[in-house]
């Protein structure tokens, strides 16, 4: 049954008529479920700007904001390729069974929700209880350079897992082969492996840069009205508006103004960063073969991967998981932890959020993987020509560009004018719009990497399109596909801003818990039995969960069964 299957689906794939519809649909639903939508939100609202344009004091407050975005985000970007390269080529080069945790542990991060994650921040860093109390003062306050260390923090495990993705399907014998020459591993990873993968490089820095670009409600809470860039100015306008301090017609054409000043100076840098890239050649001059040789063995070894752990450990995840450390406490009680479990009180709907978070995870990475496959292959084997491919590999970015509770508001302005919409398919489309980018950039770059002459060498033995995504691109690919995967699964488990804005009954884990940090943090009405207690635990319970899904995807995949 499964042979005749898989001659039916060979035969199929031959035929040009059928791959090209496949092809054209997969940019037609890119289009219409996930690129439309918003910018249709945004434009309809464009007369709005006319109020902003006649307020000269807000236009620049605005402009000095995006100009803030722009610069954390490169920056950020350039340091989170810095130091996420080391610890992915520890992951996928190192010998200890251990690395499959740690590789796990690098995607955490990515699963605290957002909002929670700016709260674990600022407590780590600037309130008592954290390591503030060891110098008795805020070590960093609120303001620019703590936005800084959070938009690391949450883009970190973006680059490793694309770096990761890429360095497991990069075929060790290339790299083996310049160390039989004498080249020591550092030296060879510098000019042999590099070289070939830097589209994923590439890919892991857009997806970083765009990454620190949208994000809101984490960057909000550590700002503490001190610092503005483009998505806080976004939020403040919106809070003004609701306490009455503007009109409507203000925060609109605020909105709108910011929104699409982004986009289009975003979409202008995405341009020259892939024309740069593409020229770009690796590696730089003649590197310096004596440091990289002490950097390769012994004492060099050790001090380079402790940095990286340190910087990992110390930076990233101790501070992102800060939040769930009341967590231990609940265990230490007792009564929290058995009412958790049993499902007693507030636990109730923690439990019915959970379920959902990771039902809706698992349609939209399915329904991601299958959508953004053939657009992957689309774009990076230019089948519709080179310009097509370039646009669209330009456009695949704006979902993420745009800040994500205004993502979310276009979303709701969209399909509210469609009816009969089910509301958990509105939080799919837009959970799905904010994570197909991911997996696109993540799996294009992946498909960059391999020579078109090992495809068409097979096809002209005969192999079916079918027979060569099986035999050489998917064996070669699929770790960046699991890699996209997880980028899928994490970011649709933690989004928090878009689901605010689209949802009004259901209520995801991340929703949830931001409304446990407000009633605890006295931002919204305190909401009855919910305290520090229960907000630590939860998050700890959503960071175990995701946890166990992640090494399990992974240790199956390591096993070669996936």
């Not at 200890?96 to 780590?124: H, K």
């Not at 003004?240 to 975003?266: D, P, R």
């Not at 399915?366 to 992957?376: H, Q, S, T």
Request: with cysteine; proline share 5%.
């Amino acid at each position: 049954m499964l042979s005749k299957a898989s001659n039916t689906l060979n035969r199929l794939s031959s035929k040009k008529p059928l791959k090209y519809t496949l092809y054209l649909s997969a940019v037609i639903i890119f289009f219409a479920l996930i690129l439309i939508p918003p910018i249709i939100g945004i434009l309809t609202k464009v007369g709005s700007i006319d109020s902003i344009l006649g307020n000269p004091e807000l236009m620049n407050t605005a402009l000095g904001a995006i100009g803030a975005s722009f610069v954390i985000g490169l920056v950020v970007a350039a340091l989170d390729l810095l130091a996420g390269v080391p610890l992915a080529w520890l992951i996928t080069r190192g010998k200890s069974r251990w690395l499959t945790i740690l590789d796990t542990l690098a995607d955490l991060p990515f699963v605290v929700p957002t909002a929670a994650l700016g709260y674990s921040l600022l407590l780590f860093w600037s309130s008592s209880g954290g390591i503030s109390d060891l110098f008795g003062q805020p070590f960093i306050s609120p303001g620019w350079l703590l936005v800084m260390v959070l938009h690391f923090t949450f883009s970190f495990p973006v680059v490793v897992r694309v770096v990761v993705g890429a360095m497991l399907d990069y075929k060790m014998e290339y790299e083996r082969a310049s160390r039989t020459l004498g080249a020591p591993p550092l030296t060879a990873s510098r000019t042999v492996t590099f070289p070939i993968i830097k589209p994923s490089l590439i890919a892991a820095f857009t997806l970083a840069f765009a990454r620190s670009l949208s994000e809101t409600g984490a960057t909000f809470i550590v700002a503490a009205g001190v610092f503005l860039n483009g998505p806080v100015f976004m939020q403040t306008v919106s809070n003004q508006f609701k306490s009455g301090a503007i009109t409507q017609g203000t925060y609109e054409g605020a909105t709108v103004f910011a929104s699409l000043i982004l986009i289009v100076v975003s979409l202008i840098i995405f341009v020259l960063i892939r024309v740069v890239g593409q020229r770009l050649k690796l590696p730089f001059g003649h590197g310096l073969p004596t440091f990289e040789k002490k950097l390769s063995y012994k004492t060099g070894a050790w001090t380079r991967n402790g940095i990286a752990l340190a910087v990992f450990f110390v930076i990233v995840l101790i501070p992102s998981m800060f939040v769930a450390l009341p967590a231990f406490q609940a265990i230490a009680t007792g009564n929290t932890l058995v009412e958790a479990f049993t499902g007693a009180g507030i636990w109730a709907s923690f439990w019915q959020s959970l379920t959902l978070s990771y039902g809706l995870a698992a349609v939209v990475t399915v329904l991601g993987i299958a959508l953004g496959l053939p657009m992957a292959i689309l774009i990076a084997r230019k089948t519709f020509g080179k310009w097509f491919s370039s646009i669209l590999d330009t456009l695949i970015n704006i979902p993420i560009i745009v800040p994500s509770i205004a993502l979310g508001v276009s979303l709701k302005f969209f399909w509210s004018n469609v009816p009969g919409v089910p509301e958990f398919v509105l939080l799919v489309f837009a959970h799905l719009a904010i994570t197909y980018p991911y997996f696109v950039r993540s799996m294009s770059a992946a498909m960059e990497r391999i020579s078109v002459d090992m495809e068409e060498a097979a096809k002209t033995l005969g192999a079916k399109p079918l027979t060569v995504f099986r035999t050489i691109v998917w064996p070669i690919t699929k770790y960046s596909v699991l890699s996209g995967a997880i980028i899928v699964l994490t970011r649709s488990v933690s989004e928090t801003g878009a689901t605010l804005a689209v949802a009004t009954q259901l209520q995801t884990a991340p929703v949830l818990i931001v409304n446990w940090v407000n009633s605890v943090r006295g931002t919204i009405s305190p909401i009855e039995g919910v305290n520090a207690l229960n907000v630590g635990l939860a998050c700890g319970l959503l960071i175990l969960f995701s946890f166990i899904v992640l090494l399990t995807l992974r240790l199956l995949t390591r096993k070669g069964k996936v």
